[in-house]
């Protein structure tokens, strides 16, 4: 299978293509949500409202991304597996998914979740920050492992 | 010719040698690229899929627009700072690259269906701000989602031909 897709020079491209599209998606979900957790915006809809809005999306990208990120893998086994910012970037992406899960549950079990106490906003402008940090992160290594 | 001569003049300037001699400032520079690019994809496509009245239907499409857009030009801005740092540093390959020529003109067909948008296809925004967009809006649309979707694809097979 890796050889069939290494030796068709239009498949890397096209792959990658698709995973760069489905990245925009989930970086703009997750930041439009990490900015008002910040409360760097504030307009519009309620916290709970965008966060139940963009699950979907966001999962849906994720799958999208791990399917064409393990394409990606198969093609060229050793240049990811044996590379650290590979690594580092699942790492990444293991630890914003968990995040996100976290978010979306507590905002459905209760809307006003994050905004009921002052220890609780201030986790939230926390963890709104380590999802904007989160995300560069994993563009970052994702684009060095073509380089370490 | 003037423009490759001025293109060599360019790209043989201080900054774009240090970028194409130093191991570490193109790849930086790149991040940048990419991570703003990401941004300005992904932000530019979900305005058109309001559009296209697939998402967001129950929002003012000038009330997402307006929560959009400006980030989608910050991210553009870095973008396009990185993008001209990236080029001038090998002007003369990538002016010579079949993909980064369709990279250009459909980055310009993208500019000139966002201008005829804001000029016609809002006309009568009062109209269908809250209800589902006229097809001319949702034509905006999609030439946008394909054109970006063609943008990405072109930028991606640059890295793989020069």
Known sequence: MSVAFQSANWFVPLVQTVHIIAIGILLTAVYVLS?????????????????????????????????????????????????????????????????????????????????????????????????????????????????? | MAVESTLSWLQDLRLPTEIRESLWMFPTIETVHVFALVLVVGSIMTVDLRLLG??????????????????????????????????????????????????????????INMLLFHWVGVRHLHIWDKARPPWSAKLAGGASLVLWTAIVAAGRWIGFTT
């Open chain 2, 54 to 111: 697939f998402t967001n239907r129950d929002r003012p499409f000038s009330e997402l627009a307006a929560e959009m857009l400006p980030w989608t030009w910050l991210a553009f801005s870095f973008a396009a700072i990185a993008g001209l740092l990236m080029f001038s540093s090998k002007a003369l390959i990538y002016y010579g690259n079949i993909p980064f020529r369709l990279k250009m003109c459909c980055l310009l067909f993208a500019g």
């Open chain 1, 35 to 148: 900015f008002r957790l910040v409360g760097l915006t504030q307009r519009g809809q309620t916290l709970a409202a965008l966060a139940v809005r963009s699950t979907p999306w966001v999962w849906a990208a994720l799958c999208v991304l791990l399917l064409t990120g393990v394409l990606l893998t198969i093609t060229e086994p050793a240049r990811e597996l044996l590379n650290w910012a590979f690594r580092v970037k699942m790492l990444l992406v293991a630890a914003l998914a968990i995040i996100l899960m976290l978010l979306q549950l507590s905002l459905r079990r209760d809307p006003q979740y994050w905004s009921s106490s002052p220890a609780r906003r201030r986790s939230a402008r926390a963890l709104g920050i380590l999802c904007i940090v989160a995300g560069a992160s994993i563009v970052t290594a994702g684009r060095w492992i073509a380089y370490v």
